[in-house]
């Protein structure tokens, strides 16, 4: 499976990275003696500028190594692009992330060490990397190196985009805090009010069904809150861009949550929710507030559009993967086109064809962007008694 995350916003981000005026596969003497200087700043034998576009990463400038175009799977860079922060590997053997990376395992070039700086485009989009191989381990690089290290890729981003001497003015970021608080306040205001008045109708209830309804409503009304705190923390309205707040976490009780949350919703509708089962061996590393939407928006589309059986699981596949699927004992009707499902607004299709049971269908393709922002991949398998969705995460998740 593929292993490597795509960023939340790949599409404007490719677009951006199509047109920078300097970014071209001819190559100039100047990014030659960066990608040397960078190679002797950490005293290894290879050094190279990436540029990760949709499907593959090309090298404007490499030195020590003879490097061709090669397939995102084999890159390091995809991964050094997901943050503006620098990522270091002293011995990437020993990073469960890039183990058996293609370039890392035996039968490779088994690479070690790595440091590398995200080249960030005065856009704010990321487009590849500077960075230094070595085939042995390495102590982790100094603060003074690494300061360095951005300082060169600061060089290469204004060479391609052809900026002044002189660097134009960093236009303020207050608007942009000002807009988010602003948003945040107005979001989590009525939150409160609803949440507030949650509690107090629950405490003075005395069925215990009610009881129960008004527990998970609180409970949803505390998931959106830190989702809207999330989102507000880890974006960039300026780019789209979404970034994971990664924890380590009981994928077991996490399910049982989900489960908890949505059982008399699910109910009311006639339909049931079983006991979630897990299989996992250790907690893995997601974005919890994350994988939650994704089995939120799984269990509603099989509440709307599925059978009246629902469940949850987690496990490993063969390959060591992490998979965790929601099914029902609903079949998908024959003029729903599975590859149509992933795109935002339809639903299975033409849209002539689509059913009233609800949504934009606007669940499933950001379901999908948020686990490729996790490296996984997700699919919906139309099998001939039921309708599993399945989101795939890479084996380097787990937490022995």
Known sequence: MRTHPIPFNEEARVAAVQHVPGLTRENEALFD?????????????????????????????????????????????????????????????????FADHPMVAEGGPQARFYAGVPLILSSGYRFGSLCALDLVPHDAPSERDMAVLKDMGRAI?????????????????????????????????????????????????????????????????????????????????????????????????????VQQNHQFSVAEVGKTITTPTSDMHGEILVDQEHIKICLTSLMLNSVLHGGDEIAISCGHD?????????????????HVELAELYKPFIVGGDVEKRGTGGGLGLGLPLTRKLVELHGGEFEVRAEPTQTVAIIRLPKWRTVN
């Not at 190679?39 to 061709?68: M, N, R």
């Not at 209830?205 to 880890?234: C, G, M, P, R």
């Not at 063969?318 to 024959?334: K, L, T, W």
């Open 33 to 97: 003696a960066l990608c040397d200087a960078t190679a002797k700043l950490f005293g290894c034998p290879i050094a190279h500028i990436s540029v990760v576009e949709q499907d593959t990463q090309w090298y404007k400038s490499v030195v020590g190594i003879e490097l061709g175009e090669m397939p995102k799977n084999q890159s390091f860079c995809t991964h050094t692009i997901m943050t503006e922060q620098p990522m270091i590997i002293p011995d990437l053997s020993k990073d469960p992330k």
């Open 157 to 257: 981003v204004a060479a391609l985009e052809k900026a002044p001497a002189e660097p134009a003015a960093v236009p303020s970021d207050q608007g942009q805090s000002a807009f988010l608080t602003l948003v945040g306040h107005e979001l989590r205001t009525p939150l409160t009010i609803v949440h507030g008045a949650m509690r107090i109708l629950e405490s003075r209830l005395d069925d215990q069904v009610s009881k129960k309804l008004a527990n998970s409503s609180i409970k949803s009304s505390e998931h959106l809150s830190t989702l809207i705190d999330s989102i507000l923390k880890f974006s960039n309205i300026n780019t789209g861009e979404l970034q994971l707040n990664e924890q380590s976490t009981n994928m077991a009780k996490l399910l049982d949550d």
């Open 318 to 334: 063969p390959a060591g993967n992490v998979e965790i699927c929601v099914s029902d004992n609903g079949s998908i009707d024959d």
